[in-house]
């Protein structure tokens, strides 16, 4: 034990975190896992994070009871992208000791990145409950800032208003205590009390509370205009504009526009203030005035390109003076990419209906971008290079405004179908750009189109580069819209380009691995079996894996489930690491779920698990199963709930347009509904429904019309199971759920109760 102490010490192991293993009682695991503890010490302060976390899990293995190396591991799992990890571990810790504020807070950072915005609030509420004495005061402060932020997130603005109160209470009221104790110097005090009090007043203004948000910002813009205490002279100019906004939102324009032209006297460079003037002089009723007054503000500071691009917007209203801001436009997208001002010329033409001005961008853009130059002359080299990266950057700031606005996404395919009937040709880049806006938001068939146009165009031009991209994003498509034809279609196609010219660089395994899936999904299974054989015969060691475990979910969608079962188990036998095997259980589970053999699929799920707890498709499986058989409800909540927690991470880090798994809405619907809960139930399954993949999914509408009919809803249980009919039979897979697990004939029957 001693020895044990003394390595943590000597390697730089902090004495406050000692205790929490118990060292005077401590056994000798209890010894090992001290000594493994200093070790892990020791190499996170040399940034050696993968070896820590090897010794940090050994520790916490030795002594479970130990929340020292759990501690450790939560702000490691953090750094090193394992945050499910992280928030699970994290639990873990509160749930021994529920007033560790580091870690509560830690977890409420973590949630809040998960998109788990209810339970980031709760861990946030949880850290407030804590110690926090006055030499912790900055925690205190990052704390209820944090608490702020998410109750605005999650529309509680009252909430907000009270943690930011608290935080504002650490900051004044006891500022001399907080000073003493070395958690702030008086400047850092100050300053962050009046960040508090401007977030304070913005609160407070959405709140309807002027008087209130008034003397927030009053107070923040002295504290920032003191130079003995924040000294911040641009800070507190921005009292003006803050008073401004408090003013429109009562209802007072002309008070408003007071207060706004003081502040513009500043001439800002964002066009937020700009747009807010005109908007003031139009609740003002002086509508004529508008661009008059801009033009103004920009005879008098030409170089500011928010403000032009604001006065162009404003000039674009009106067919008259259309052509000048077209010029205006023109020169302010050829001379920046600054979001802002990309944003208000791109919301420019959709609020006029011109899309097709945003299409001309994108193929300014693309052109630049092309790989071969039609020109003869000479290119400079470095010239070539700036233009393309400048192109490339205007490419990913209108992408960006466009992400998440699906109404200016319509109007831009719309524009863009429209001119494809005309014959109006666009380059690779353009089609791929369209076509990964469409498959953001559904709209299927359009990505279809322009992938599909993408391929052709990159071929005709031989882009050897881009093709394989639009390939595979085609192939993604239309496997998302269930057309398996399409998808042997695309795939025989490319498999004779590879051998024809001009013999572009695509790899046929991989069209033999997707050719195969499609072919079973037909009922095809020689064609589908021989496809999938030739991609293993093809395929180099490093996906060897891959596309054997393909040839598993062939067979599964064929309905031989136990030739999977038999090459699924040769797989194990033949791979060794942790995730391999992972991955084929995950495939053995579906395997024998499909064969009715529930226990061995239950042991499969459940060995993951015991591997890997964050594998968030076992959990589910294994969540839905046990609510299906009616077993172990509780844990089967928390399963699915968990794996729930974890693909939403995943989805949010890869940027999927669909923040949550249809699938496992649907079984955390079901289990709900198995204990009776049946208004939450309900909730969860209309979210699936209304989920693009879930929308498509016969057995989420199958389960709804079971909870609408418990409800005594029983027309709208009727609608959800002809839904689910209708999608049961259009499932002609050998191996669908619909007809191998009898769900059709059981809808059907159901059908009959309410007719």
Request: hydrophobic share 45%; charged share 30%.
């Amino acid at each position: 034990m001693v020895a044990g102490l003394l390595v943590a010490f000597a390697l730089g192991a902090p004495p406050a975190e000692a205790p929490s293993l118990r060292l005077p009682t401590a056994s000798e695991a209890h010894k090992d896992a001290v000594t493994k503890f200093g070790m892990a010490v020791w190499n996170l302060r040399r940034e050696r994070l993968l070896t820590a976390v090897k010794q940090l899990e050994s520790a916490a293995q030795a002594d479970p009871d130990a929340t020292a190396p759990l501690r450790e591991l939560v702000w490691v799992y953090s750094q090193i992208g394992r945050e499910p990890e992280a928030i699970r571990i994290a639990k873990q810790v509160l749930a021994k000791d529920p007033q560790d504020v580091d870690i509560a807070h830690a977890l409420s950072r973590l949630l809040f990145d998960a998109g788990d915005i209810k339970g980031a609030v709760a861990a946030a509420k949880l850290a407030t409950e804590g110690p926090l004495p006055a030499d912790r005061a900055d925690k205190a402060v990052a704390i209820y800032r944090d608490l702020a932020t998410l109750c605005e997130k999650a529309n509680d603005p009252a909430g907000a208003e009270a943690a930011l109160r608290k935080a504002i209470v650490w900051l004044t009221e006891k500022r001399k205590a907080v000073i003493a104790a070395g958690a702030f110097s008086p400047r850092g005090a100050d300053t962050a009390a009046a960040e508090c009090l401007e977030r304070l007043g913005k609160v407070q203004t959405k709140l309807r509370n002027f008087d209130a948000a008034t003397e927030s910002f009053t107070v923040a813009s002295k504290l920032y205009g003191d130079p003995l205490k924040a000294n911040d002279p641009g800070a507190a100019a921005l009292l003006a504009w803050h008073l401004s906004g408090v003013l429109q939102a009562k209802g007072e324009p002309a008070a408003a526009l007071k207060q706004l032209e003081t502040f513009l006297r500043l001439r800002p460079v964002s066009p937020d203030p700009y747009a807010r003037l005109a908007k003031l002089l139009r609740e003002a009723g002086r509508d004529g005035d508008v661009n008059s007054v801009l033009r103004r503000f920009h005879d008098a500071d030409p170089k500011n390109l928010p403000l032009q691009a604001v006065l162009a917007a404003e000039l674009s209203r009106d067919p008259r003076t259309r052509p000048e801001a077209d010029e205006y436009f023109k020169t302010l997208m050829a001379a920046t990419n600054d979001p802002k001002v990309v944003d208000v010329v791109v919301r420019s033409h959709l609020e006029n209906k011109r899309p097709r001005e945003v299409l001309a961008e994108l193929d300014r853009a693309f052109v630049v971008l092309k790989d071969k130059e039609k020109s003869d002359k000479p290119v400079d080299a470095a010239e070539l290079a700036a233009a393309r990266a400048f192109a490339a950057e205007k490419a990913r700031v209108i992408a960006g405004i466009l992400r998440d606005d699906r109404e200016a996404v319509v109007a831009i395919l719309g524009a863009a179908a429209a001119d494809a009937e005309t014959g109006t040709k666009r380059t690779h880049g353009v089609h791929y750009f369209l076509g990964q806006l469409a498959a953001r938001h559904r709209e299927l068939e359009l990505a279809a189109f322009h992938f599909q146009t993408a391929v052709r165009t990159a071929s005709r031009n031989g882009n050897r580069e881009t093709i394989g991209d639009a390939y595979g994003a085609l192939i993604t498509v239309l496997n998302a819209a269930h057309k398996p034809a399409d998808v042997v279609r695309v795939c025989q196609d490319a498999l004779q380009g590879i051998d024809n010219p001009p013999h572009l660089p695509l790899a046929p395994h991989y069209f033999n691995y997707y050719l195969s899936g499609a072919l079973a999904e037909l009922g095809e299974e020689k064609k589908a079996l021989a496809a999938a054989d030739l991609a293993i015969q093809q395929t180099a060691d490093g996906d060897r894996l891959t596309v054997r475990l393909h040839k598993v979910y062939v067979l599964r969608v064929l309905g031989k489930w136990d030739d999977a079962i038999e090459l699924g188990k040769k797989l194990y036998d033949e791979f060794a690491t942790r995730a391999d095997r992972n991955s084929i259980r995950y495939a053995l589970a579906g395997a024998y779920w499909g064969a009715k053999k529930s226990a061995e699929a239950e042991a499969e799920l459940r060995a993951i698990l015991e591997a890997d707890p964050d594998h968030a498709p076992a959990a589910n499986d294994l969540g839905f199963h046990l609510a299906d058989q009616g077993r172990s409800l509780p844990e089967a909540e928390q399963l699915v709930r968990h794996a729930l927690s974890v693909d939403k991470l995943e989805r949010r880090k890869s940027g999927d347009a669909e923040p949550e798994n249809a699938a496992y809405l649907d079984s955390l619907g079901w289990v709900l509904f198995r204990r009776g809960q049946l208004a939450e139930a309900r909730a969860e399954l209309e979210r699936a429904a209304a989920l693009h993949t879930g929308a498509f999914d016969p057995v989420v509408w199958d389960h709804l019309g079971d909870v609408l009919f418990r409800l005594g809803e029983k027309a709208k249980s009727k609608a959800a199971w002809e839904k689910a009919v209708e999608l049961y039979e259009a499932d002609t897979r050998p191996g669908s759920r619909g007809r191998r697990d009898g769900r059709l004939d059981e809808v059907k029957r159901k059908l009959k109760r309410v007719q």
